[in-house]
């Protein structure tokens, strides 16, 4: 059912005037002449909310409220009491109705009361709905979440990419997912009973690189007491991740080209060969082109490292996955906290999609951590910003420029792309789209 509000009233020109009224301000409106009829034509999956009058012959108003609870805790009942009716009209509030309004009514009165209850039902069922999705997915799509095409192309290269045994190169900004593009490859190869190695190359102090990767014997160094195994060997029949591999010192980048040619390892201070089983993923933040053109990257690593690739795009080209991942760590804090956790309103949704993500999806992560505890969207460095986006101190426009910006990524997302779609789908002219596009710099590249 598609209406917005189930109006149920015994009297036919109360339910007349007030269903005028609504239709009037663009509410759409079914009405019913008795509680029974209503109820049966509701179900959990509508966005739709009931007003309904108390005294009625046959099932009540507040009796109405009671099933239609029964059937979804939270959808918004507003109840039409007579006047003087105020004790039960309290009590009905405590049992759970949205709002009640004394007879007689002035229209905006009703109108004020069911565009609140809209909004609340409506993000209550888009809520549920984004949940529904996380919860059916799979292992890949609930650890690397996204609807945006680039992100599905992403899952589906990276399930082809698993089943090969070639070595792979990811690239992708700070914090965009290049660790769960990893651990993923690994879990679904055939390597995946094997142990998965992560090492950062950027981490280790260029002494210890070597010792970490090959491993040991006693005596190879000073302070080499004992035998060690290196991560090469302790990935051995599983895949080793070179995390941050554009800052390899180049001496290492020679010795691991070998290695990744020959199969095989010799640990420091030994002279045996250990054949390697891995592979290989290696991650970068910065496309390996400019290293290798700073001469700082080997340039036959390079080739060797980058047969196979994977982009992650940075969270900014893929705004319309905001909602949903952000939804995504919020139960994730549900879980953890063993309790309900806040959801954002619209304003905060836009807040949300107004920021630029420096720190991507780690970001938004941590954003969301501290949304769960109570504390509202805190963007770090929001307030040094100029253009500081703050709930409180956004002028109407903003605010209404950030919504603007949402609408357009999320219904270039819905058309995938189709400029032609979207201005139909959104009412404008071809060139108001492109005009607002260009005024939030949004390419059409953002979205494949
Ligand atoms: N698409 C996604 N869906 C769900 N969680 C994600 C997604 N992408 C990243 N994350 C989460 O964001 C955080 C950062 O991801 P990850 O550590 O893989 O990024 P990274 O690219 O390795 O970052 P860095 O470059 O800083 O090492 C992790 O907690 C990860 O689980
Ligand atoms: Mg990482």
Known sequence: MSTDVILVDDEPDLLESARQSLELAGISVTCYSSAEKALAAFSPVHSTIFISDVRMPGMSGTELLDRA????????????????????????????????????????????????????????????????????????????VGKNPAIEKLRQRLTSFAATDADVLILGETGTGKEVVARNLHLLSPRAGGNFVAINCGALPETIIESELFGHEAGAFTGAVKARQGKFEFAHGGTLFLDEIESMPLEMQARLLRVLEERKIIRLGANKEIPIDVRVVAATKEELR?????????????????????????????????????????????????????????????????????????????????????????????????????????????????????????????????????????????????DKLKKYGISADDLD
């Not at 009514?105 to 809209?118: D, H, I, T």
């Not at 929001?382 to 603007?404: G, M």
Request: proline letters at 6%; one cysteine or more.
């Open 69 to 144: 609870l029964a059937i979804d805790p939270a959808v918004p009942v507003i109840l039409i009491t007579g006047h003087g009716d105020i004790p039960m009209a309290i009590q009905a509030i405590r049992d759970g109705a949205y709002d009640f309004i004394e007879k007689p009514f002035a229209p905006e009165q009703l109108l004020g009361s069911v565009r609140r209850a809209l909004e609340r039902r409506r993000l209550v069922v888009d809520n549920r709905a984004l949940r529904d999705e996380l919860s059916s997915r799979s292992a890949l799509e609930r650890s690397l």
């Open 290 to 434: 400019g290293p290798v053109d700073r001469g700082v990257f080997r340039e036959d690593l390079y080739y060797r490292l980058s047969v196979l690739n994977l982009v992650i795009p940075p969270l900014r080209n893929r705004k319309d996955d905001i909602p949903l991942l952000f939804e995504n760590f919020l139960q994730n804090s549900a879980v953890r906290l063993k309790r309900e956790v806040p959801r954002p309103n619209p304003a905060e949704l836009a807040l949300l999609i107004a920021h630029a993500w420096p720190g991507n999806v780690r970001e938004l992560e941590n954003v969301a951590m501290r949304f769960a505890l109570g504390l509202g969207i805190e963007i770090a460095g929001l307030s040094e910003d100029n253009r500081a986006f703050n709930l409180d101190q956004a002028t109407l426009h903003e605010q209404l420029a950030a919504l603007e910006e949402m609408i357009l990524r999320q219904s270039l997302a819905r058309c995938q792309g189709s400029m032609k779609a979207c201005y139909e789908q959104l009412g404008v002219s071809r060139k108001t789209l492109y």
